[in-house]
């Protein structure tokens, strides 16, 4: 019998309508819109705003879009993977949120919290229920509205990170296509980089944890820098090697945005050219577990049938990794 293997059949996005643009950042800290450009490579990034509004408001769009264009029903979904650090409440998770507000009844799911690379965790967790043959339609969101965590009187953090959603179904083929090859990783010891210190149970919401900024987003961000250029690179390189891919075989680079420098130093290492890297940064900045899905979303249309995709992702935790993927459609 053939190999089962998940591939990815549709892609929805959506990023909110407001944009925060540089410009309106050098109004907010110290900072300037050539800094910014200069060191990171992003103009503007997309806002979620109003009461309410939670990172499930972006996944139900997402997902909205996906089903649409993939010409299905909510009812036909047999599970949702939500990758984010951002969920809606403590718990229940945003999976289940999403499942309820899309109507997708004969649904279970659950999130998963690996910072940058939540997606590509999510999508290789996603394969695995295909490859079993237990699953038909798994629907896998990164999504994140890093503005709920984001002091924007921190310029180290704040002109680095917007909002915004992507989604993929994946469904089972026995042709030569769909997700061949991951490699993922972790090393809790970088967790003291990148963090969020408050808000969970060890430190718990007190007033002295909201008086000493401590439920945004801390970043020390030249060491994360390093570890993200050194193991996204390595982990790209590596996944390469085991499949046998010169750099003429790959297609397209999927990189997570967190800095357009960490992005051409992994294609530098991989010998890509930059007409082949995916890159969005410039307007969506860093949304963390959004970024990879939503370069598949605004590339779709370039990309064909039996392309080499190789996403590569790095982030807090540390987490890191990649994903080869022959694209299917
Ligand atoms: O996606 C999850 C993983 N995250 C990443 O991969 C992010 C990795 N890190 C980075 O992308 C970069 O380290 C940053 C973009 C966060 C910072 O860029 P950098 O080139 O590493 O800057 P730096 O932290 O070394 O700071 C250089 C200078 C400092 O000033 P002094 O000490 O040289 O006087 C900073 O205070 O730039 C200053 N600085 C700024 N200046 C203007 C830091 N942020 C800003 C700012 N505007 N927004």
New binding site residues.
């Given amino acids: 019998m053939s190999k089962i293997r998940a591939t990815i059949t549709a892609v929805g996005g959506y990023v909110p309508e407001y944009i925060l643009t540089n410009q309106e950042l050098e109004k907010l800290?110290?900072?300037?819109s050539d800094?910014?450009l200069s060191?990171?490579g992003i103009k503007e990034r997309r806002i979620l705003k109003g009461e309410g509004q939670g990172t499930s408001v972006m996944g139900v769009k997402a997902i909205e879009n996906l089903l649409q264009k993939r010409g299905i029903s909510p009812l036909e979904i047999d599970m949702v993977i939500v990758g984010t650090v951002t969920p809606d409440m403590v718990f229940p998770s945003t999976a289940n949120v999403i499942c309820d507000k899309i109507g997708a009844t004969n649904a279970w799911g659950y999130d998963i919290n690996a910072?940058?690379s939540g997606f590509l965790f999510s999508l290789a967790t996603a394969s695995k229920f295909i490859e079993a043959g237990t699953h038909k339609k798994i629907i896998v969101v990164g999504a994140d509205k890093m503005s709920s965590i984001i002091n924007y009187q921190d310029?180290?953090t704040c002109?680095?990170f917007g909002d915004g959603a992507g989604a993929v179904l994946l469904e089972p083929t026995t042709e030569d296509f769909g997700i061949m090859d991951s490699i993922l990783k972790s090393d809790g010891s970088g967790r003291q980089f990148?963090f969020q210190k408050a808000g969970g149970s060890m430190y718990p919401p007190t007033q002295e944890t909201i008086a000493k900024k401590e439920h945004y987003v801390f970043?020390d961000?030249?060491p994360?820098?390093k570890a993200?250029v050194t193991n996204m690179s390595q982990v790209a390189a590596d996944i390469m090697e085991r499949n046998h891919l010169t750099a003429n075989d790959v297609t397209w680079l999927v990189p997570?945005q967190?800095?357009k420098?960490?992005i051409d130093a992994t294609a530098s290492r991989m010998g890509v050219g930059s007409d082949k890297i995916m890159m969005n940064i410039e307007k969506y900045g860093?949304t963390?577990s959004g970024t990879i899905p939503l370069l598949l979303w605004d590339y779709e249309k370039q990309i064909k049938k039996g392309d080499n995709l190789i996403l590569a992702a790095?982030?807090?935790g540390f987490t890191w990794g990649s994903i080869y993927i022959k694209w299917g459609y």
């Fill in positions: 800290v110290d900072t300037t800094w910014i060191r990171t910072a940058c310029r180290t002109v680095i990148l970043q961000g030249q994360v820098f993200a997570h967190a800095n420098r960490i860093n963390t790095f982030g807090g």
